[in-house]
């Protein structure tokens, strides 16, 4: 049966409580540790142990849930450690019972399923392990010093070294992330609203300053013919009239300049990689259309 299965299962436990309700299960927790795969009955055995056994998961899960994760979560990480107990178990070493046996695996799945899945960023496991003990000194410290506890005091109290209680207590701010529709206080933007965008310009900004460059370098004429089109947005013709030169000759000393602009661009720019020149792109000041190189 899987974990599924049992948690599922509809048939009726007797009613254990107590440190010896389970003791009337221990003969067939010994012969099934005594037994072999392919022995007669074995696998009946198994499932009729772990079905008995379910109260005392069901029991540990509802005192071991949080608010982020609800107790039947817990539940079939706990079924998995009863039957890798169950599995495991050793007579000699049960020495208090079957409970004091059973109980500490269960719990330890309960309590590494809570530590690899209630986190709501990835934290190194060191991290997470020491964020238990230093959860409990500050309890600790808190009701003796009647004040909260500095790192260096926590250190003391979790014997390890300020700076991994630092480390820990940064991590601890992980634990669970807030939501960004999350109610604010009246009158404040929420968290999401509040957040950044990407910004399309800081691509451009170093060109457009290199760019910028280039063109205030130009000959008098041809920045000015550049200028006209591009920020007073001049026609040709009305272009030429300015300048004293014909309407094609405008257009000829446009495209050359615009080809210079491009050739010096890629020259001083890196490309992206895959043997492509970038693009770079001249917002003019005022609205109107932007050169653009490539």
């Not at 500050?138 to 070294?161: I, K, M, Q, W, Y």
């Not at 991590?171 to 957040?195: H, K, V, W």
Request: negative net charge; without cysteine.
């Amino acid at each position: 049966m899987t974990t599924t299965e049992f948690t599922n299962s509809t048939t009726p436990a007797r009613s254990r409580d107590g440190r010896d309700g389970y003791d009337d299960l221990e003969p067939d927790l010994r012969r099934h540790a005594e037994s072999t795969v392919g022995d007669p009955g074995r696998e009946e055995r198994r499932d009729r142990l772990i079905r008995e056994f379910l109260p005392l998961v069901h029991n540990l899960s509802r005192r071991y849930a949080t608010g982020g994760h609800s107790s039947e979560d817990l539940e079939q990480a706990g079924v998995v450690g009863l039957i890798k107990a169950i599995d495991r178990y050793d007579p000699d070493a049960a020495t208090r019972g079957a409970l004091a046996y059973l109980v500490p695996s269960v719990r330890g799945a309960m309590m590494r399923y809570l530590r690899d899945h209630t986190w709501a960023m990835r934290v190194p496991r060191d991290l997470k392990e020491l964020s238990v003990r230093v959860r409990r000194a500050t309890d600790v410290l808190t009701h003796r010093l009647g004040r909260a506890p500095r790192p260096s005091e926590l250190a003391e109290e979790t014997g390890v070294r300020v700076e991994e209680v630092v480390d820990t207590l940064a991590a601890m701010e992980s634990y669970q992330a807030s939501s960004l529709d999350a109610p604010t206080a009246e009158g404040e933007p929420g968290i999401g609203e509040r957040l950044g965008s990407e910004d399309t310009d800081l691509e451009v900004v170093e060109q457009r300053g290199t760019l910028r460059r280039l063109i205030n370098e130009l000959p008098e004429r041809e920045r000015t013919i550049l200028l006209l089109r591009f920020y007073s947005e001049q026609t040709q013709t009305r272009i030429a009239e300015q300048v004293g030169v014909s309407q094609m000759h405008v257009s000829r000393l446009l495209s050359r300049t615009l080809e210079q602009l491009r050739t010096q661009m890629a020259a001083v720019e890196p490309d992206d990689g895959a043997g492509n020149p970038p693009s770079a792109t001249f917002v003019p000041a005022s609205p109107g259309q932007a050169i653009t190189t490539r």
